[in-house]
């Protein structure tokens, strides 16, 4: 069997994420929409009560071309990807030397090694992008220090109906990981964290964006 984490379904997901972000930047100015995306991550911040202290490492993992490392110039921060390399190379604006305060690695987050623990991480929407679920958590909790915080934001599906189907056919090609909130809850329950908040950031017919906030045990 293949391996998972070099699935066809990933791969496939992977190619339509940069095609995606093509399409999506192509009629936006970059500073402008980087400018939106801090606005978004203060308001993220507010809502969850998220305290960042200066000289903290941070971990931003599945960061996208604007992640919430865009934000954070007084932390020690770490950003990861496996697309950053394209995303230099194909979207106009994205320089990871625009960002010198960010140490840029292309990894998986399947790969993340730990070498030093981080105070926070926050994985915004990119967790239902991974090919292998319980490894890529695995490697976020096990990079996290005691007591830290874990910040996760996914589209969970709203109606267990859909979450069947599209789990039995790719009818979100995007994501390889189809699951709902009591899944996740689940999933961070048996990763050894304790959820404090979880939020609902917008509502949609088959998913809700929601957003969680665990602190580790």
């Known amino acids: 069997m293949e391996n998972k984490i070099y699935s066809w379904r990933w791969r496939l997901a992977q190619f339509l994420e940069l095609r995606w972000w093509r399409r999506y930047l192509r009629r936006l100015d970059w500073e402008a929409y980087v400018e939106d995306k801090r606005r978004h991550w203060r308001k993220v911040l507010t809502l969850l009560d998220v305290q960042l202290a200066p000289g903290e490492r941070v971990l931003d993992a599945g960061c996208g071309p604007a992640g919430i490392f865009t934000l954070l110039h007084e932390q020690k921060v770490d950003a990861l990807d496996p697309l950053l390399e394209k995303y230099e190379k194909k979207l106009p604006g ?39 679920l319980d490894l890529a958590l695995g490697c976020l ?32 090609v995007l994501h390889p990981q189809q699951d ?38």
């Not at 915080?149 to 979450?163: A, C, E, I, M």
């Not at 961070?188 to 917008?202: F, R």
């Open 141 to 172: 909790v096990q990079a996290l220090k005691p007591n830290g915080t874990l910040v996760l934001s996914v589209d969970v599906h709203r109606h267990s109906f859909f979450k069947f189907i599209f789990r039995l056919i790719p009818g979100d």
């Open 94 to 132: 994205f320089q990871l030397d625009k960002f010198p305060h960010v140490h840029f690695q292309q990894l998986m987050l399947e790969q993340l090694e730990v070498k030093e623990t981080y105070d926070l991480i926050f994985c915004m929407n990119a967790i239902n992008h991974v090919a292998d």
């Open 180 to 217: 709902d909130v009591a899944d996740y809850q689940l999933f961070l329950d048996e990763q050894g964290l304790q959820v404090e908040k979880t939020l609902v950031l917008k509502k949609g017919w088959v998913f809700d964006y929601v957003v969680f906030k665990a602190r580790k045990r």
